[in-house]
């Protein structure tokens, strides 16, 4: 069953503590991504990455870091620089990166105790 | 419109009736655009998609409407039903690798 999967669904964090959150997908797709959704509000982007080994900041990149050392795997990973770290993370992947449609995961909900 | 940041913006219909969700977009050279359909707890899923070369575009129910001159998006969907209550974004792209998302419009259909 092709697909991009999310884990684990409900994290919690210490502060002060590094965590990070999976993406993997199975849809030979190029382009993969990670956005941040807050209550009530859009989603934005976190970093992008179009091929493997290269990846780029989005618009709220502070407090994150990513890798991608495969073209299936896109962990995000959320350290303790992030100050306001709890909210709805969304991976999605996409297979050109370039105005082609992207699929999300069912995403990870993080919260800092 | 829409802008992120702001509190999502609600629509409410009774069901069987048409809903129409809009959505202003920012960058006149953004050449594509998606509505996706979210539902509480869950990523987004794929509507409908337009290019920039087309002014309408229909699927299954939904319609999809491009106006260029104001640059504003809009979701028709007919005959809307519960199981179409979610939050719907617009999504913008503007040629290189990144989305951008609207805030969204939270759809509740009445029964």
């Known amino acids: 069953d092709g697909g991009i999967t999310q884990s684990p669904k409900y994290l919690f964090r210490k502060e002060g503590q590094n965590v990070t959150l999976s993406c993997e997908q199975n849809?030979?797709?190029?382009?993969m991504y990670w956005y941040r959704q807050d209550p009530g509000q859009g989603l934005r982007l976190i970093y992008y990455?179009?091929?493997?080994?290269?990846?780029q900041k989005g618009d709220i990149a502070e407090g994150y870091s990513v890798s991608r050392e495969k073209k299936e795997s896109f962990p995000l990973t959320v350290t303790s620089a992030q100050k306001n770290p709890t909210a709805f993370y969304l991976c999605?992947?996409?297979?050109?990166?370039?105005?082609?449609?992207?699929?999300f995961g069912q995403g990870t909900r993080l919260t800092v105790v | 419109g829409e802008s992120v940041g702001l509190h999502l913006p609600t629509l409410s219909v009774q069901e069987g009736d048409n809903s129409i969700i809009n959505c202003a977009y920012s960058n006149s050279a953004s050449d594509y655009f998606i509505w996706y359909k979210q539902e509480s707890g869950k990523g987004p899923q794929f509507i409908i998609d337009?290019?920039?070369?087309?002014d309408k575009r229909q699927g299954q129910r939904v319609t999809v409407l491009l106006n260029k001159t104001v640059k504003h998006l809009s979701l028709q969907i007919a005959a809307t039903q519960p199981g179409d209550s979610a939050v719907y974004f617009c999504a913008e792209n503007i040629g290189g690798n990144q989305f951008y998302f609207g805030t969204g419009t939270s759809l509740t259909v009445i029964p």
């Open positions: 990455s179009q091929i493997v080994n290269d990846f």
């Open positions: 999605a992947s996409s297979l050109q990166g370039l105005a082609t449609e992207a699929f």
């Open positions: 849809l030979n797709h190029d382009a």
């Open positions: 337009i290019r920039s070369n087309m």
